[in-house]
């Protein structure tokens, strides 16, 4: 048998990361949260501890934990950024992967939220659009065409993402397999600290270099636009730069590889709206923003409470961890009927899937501009695309983050 050779060695090891990264994520086959999140629902907006994570109550020792539920208890909190502080992130995230906007507060997090804005224009997109992620996706989908089946996590929704944010960030194509691998070993924190500092001490070692090319000759990506940013005097330093590099590379691509796969799902497994959406490609959009608000990408989020306040009907003590639970939230039965199934065609209500409030996502609008060429080309380059009937059934794992693990698909 011959050797594996340097790429299919690397593959491996994405793959790899990937799997200890849902392992340590308590991604556990087909089993759903849902149930339990209904559950938890209907005996009150909020509770104490983590449930889902089997953190009942809370214990006396630290700081108590508590965990919004319902669509309107999670709202409030994203909307109310004096009471719910982000600076919890401090400690989480900045070990990781250095100062970032995610744990700024008003007024300093407005000023820096308008600098992040220059790397999102939507002047850049529509030229990243016809340039990068449009050229992109055909190059990737003509590799694997001629073959009549694949799995499309692999194939597609694993690889577009992240290359598409490495172009963006001026990641040397070479390197980007490598960087995939870093992103996942990163995010999988929870799993493996130490594994992620390594990690995250790696990337920061390229993105030094990087940015101190850019500062000189700048190019026509991110990072050459941060560096020239500034709002009323202000700019990014070096160190939030590298902070943005470190965030953006694994939480961007991860989520649109997720959100992107569950869609694929959601559509494959119903085969009338796959076909509807195929005919009419207006549908598409409302299919997109179903497919997030369906399998949310990422289903958590966390802030810190700064004084005594109620949400829910509960009292929440100063100090306290609130969780919130974007995926209960977005199935959250008194804004959508029947929210567990998969329905592009329901009363159009908009979900919860990229946050809310002045912390939303940065990166949807590139998030649905991805999607939206990755389908597009899917229905136009893989006529009568299916689920492959020789293949298990698909499912959707996960309980931090979830997607499916493998979409076996043949077309003709």
């Known amino acids: 048998m011959a050797e594996p050779t340097a790429t299919e060695d690397l593959d491996q090891r994405i793959r790899d990361s990937q799997d200890k990264f ?10 759903s949260p849902y149930p339990l999140l209904r559950e938890l629902r209907a005996q009150s907006p909020v509770h104490e501890g983590w449930p889902e994570l089997g953190m009942m109550g809370n214990s006396g020792d630290g700081a108590p934990t ?26 989480v995230v900045r070990p990781l992967q250095g100062p970032t906007i995610l744990e700024m507060q008003d007024p300093e997090h407005a000023i820096y939220r308008k600098l992040h804005e220059f790397a999102f224009a939507r002047s850049s997109m529509k030229r990243w659009d016809a340039e990068l992620v449009g050229p ?18 692999d194939a597609v929704f694993m690889p577009i993402p992240v290359r598409v944010i490495a172009a963006l960030l001026g990641l040397p194509e070479s390197d980007v397999d490598e960087f995939h691998r870093l992103a996942i070993d990163l995010l999988g924190f929870r799993g493996d600290m130490e594994c992620a500092m390594r990690a995250s001490a790696q990337m920061k070692e390229s993105f030094v270099g990087i940015l101190a090319d850019r500062r000189k000759s700048p190019q026509d990506d991110m990072v050459s636009i941060l560096a020239r940013a500034e709002v009323n005097g202000v700019k990014m330093s070096d ?66 409470v700064t004084v005594d306040t109620e949400l829910g009907g509960v009292a929440i003590p100063r100090g306290a961890t609130m969780m919130l ?87 003709d």
């Open 22 to 31: 849902n392992v340590g994520q308590g991604a556990d086959g087909a089993a």
């Open 66 to 91: 508590f965990t919004a539920y319902t669509f309107d208890t999670v709202k409030a909190v994203f909307t109310d950024n004096v009471t719910y502080s982000t600076r919890c992130y401090e400690d």
């Open 136 to 153: 992109l996706v055909d190059r990737t989908i003509a590799k694997f065409k001629d073959n009549k089946r694949a799995d499309l996590v």
């Open 239 to 304: 160190e939030q730069i590298y902070g943005f590099m470190r965030n953006l590379l694994p939480a961007g691509a991860e989520t649109t590889s997720r959100s992107t796969a569950s869609l694929a799902m959601g559509l494959l497994t119903h085969p009338d709206q796959l076909g509807a959406v195929r005919e009419d490609r207006s549908l598409l959009p409302q299919a997109i923003e179903e497919g997030i608000r369906w399998e949310t990408p990422l289903l958590n989020f966390m802030r810190e």
């Open 325 to 411: 639970s974007l995926g209960s939230a977005n199935h959250d039965e008194i804004r959508w009927e029947d929210p567990e199934t998969f329905n592009i065609f329901r009363e159009r209500k908009p979900h919860i899937g990229f946050a809310h409030g002045a912390h939303v996502c940065l990166g949807m609008h590139l998030a649905r501009l991805e999607s939206t060429k990755i389908f597009n080309a899917l229905f136009d380059e893989l006529p009568g695309l299916r689920l492959d009937p020789a293949a298990p059934a698909p499912y959707v794992t996960g309980v931090m983050f979830r997607s499916p693990p493998r979409l076996d698909v043949v077309w």
